[in-house]
């Protein structure tokens, strides 16, 4: 592994008591990204505490990071593994640090601690006008796939009742174990060896969101969608609905359970919602822009040579990699 110019020590597994410095070091990189790029009057808010908690959580041994000689937070690097997924992100080094190799310090860490655990999926997301990115990123071996394109809609107090039924993971009572093992033999069968069950048990139990089902005749699961309505930014209202995670059986099923997610984000009082489509999915991202979603970012999907995504079939599994 490549040594930096300034001596670091780490890394040693982030934590709760982490979150303060964390977030103060994610909203200066991130804010310093920015006006590099030309956009002066950006700046990235400190986000929820809950979401810091559910990055940590998730990433588990993954959540790293690397502190300066004096013991200060010098960078992190919240690398996660769903199953055959892996992936890093956020990432950040203090801006003061940047071009010092403290960057390519972070990023080769997780990416060997992700083959060490298996992950057959190595990969990261970042924002496609930033040329200084993408070549940092191609210089460590990432290739560039397609884009994730965010979308948004404005929604109507109360949506009207059509498509499928769906129901929530949280209200499934005893069913629960048994409606977790189908959303995971779903997931496996479109994305073989990929598993979201941390992430759904995680948004239950930290109350940031659900899991919106739609059921099928055989017992099994159409489609499903890990969702959180938690504000994103620190101090901000929850008027968002963000999809984080969508599973379908096939392009019938994932307009169904849109419209049963709409649902679900209305009775929440949510003002709009959002979804990361990965342009992979040509069709379903045709379907959302037909169902009224509109583009709001771009980011640039990269993943190592022969660690890519594979779908089979035609299903659909949008997942997102950022937090």
Not at 11 to 38: C, K, M, Q, S
Not at 213 to 227: K, N, P, R
Not at 253 to 275: G, N, P, V, W, Y
Not at 284 to 293: F, W
């Amino acid at each position: 592994m490549p040594r930096p110019d300034v001596e670091l020590q780490g890394p040693e597994r982030a934590t709760l008591e982490d979150i303060e410095a964390v977030n103060r070091l994610f909203a200066d990189a991130f804010t310093d990204r920015y006006h590099r790029d030309g956009m002066t009057g950006v700046r990235v808010p400190y986000l929820n505490r809950d979401i810091w908690r559910y990055a940590i959580e998730d990433a588990g041994e993954g959540a790293k990071l690397w502190r300066d000689a004096e013991g200060h937070l010098a960078a992190f690097n919240m690398v996660h593994q769903s199953g055959a997924e892996g992936w890093m992100g956020p990432l950040a080094v203090r801006p003061a640090l940047q071009g010092s190799g403290v960057g390519t310090l972070v990023v080769h860490a997780g990416i060997n601690w992700l083959k060490r655990k298996g992950a057959r999926i190595i990969g990261l997301e970042t924002m496609p006008r930033t040329v200084e990115n993408i070549g940092f990123y191609s210089r460590l071996g990432f290739v560039p796939g397609h884009l994730t394109v965010s979308v948004t809609k404005e929604l109507n107090p109360r949506p009207a009742a059509v498509g499928l039924p769906g129901r929530r993971l949280s209200r499934t009572g005893s069913e629960r174990i048994g409606r977790l093992a189908a959303c995971r033999a779903l997931t496996a069968a479109l994305a073989p060896g990929v598993d979201y069950q941390r992430e759904l048990l995680l948004t239950e139990e930290l109350k940031l969101g659900d899991t919106t089902m739609l059921d099928g005749q055989d017992g099994g699961v159409l489609g499903f969608a890990l969702w959180h309505s938690a504000p994103l930014a620190h101090g901000r209202a929850g008027e968002e609905f963000r999809v984080l995670k969508i599973a379908a059986r096939d392009l019938p099923a994932f307009r169904a359970l849109l419209e049963t997610l709409e649902r679900d984000a209305a009775d929440l009082k949510a003002h709009r919602i959002s979804l990361r489509c990965q342009t992979a999915f040509s069709e379903a991202y045709a379907a959302l822009l037909d169902a009224g979603y509109r583009v709001h970012w771009t980011d640039l999907r990269m993943t190592l040579p022969g660690a890519t995504e594979r779908i089979t079939g035609p299903g659909i599994v949008m997942s997102n990699w950022e937090i």
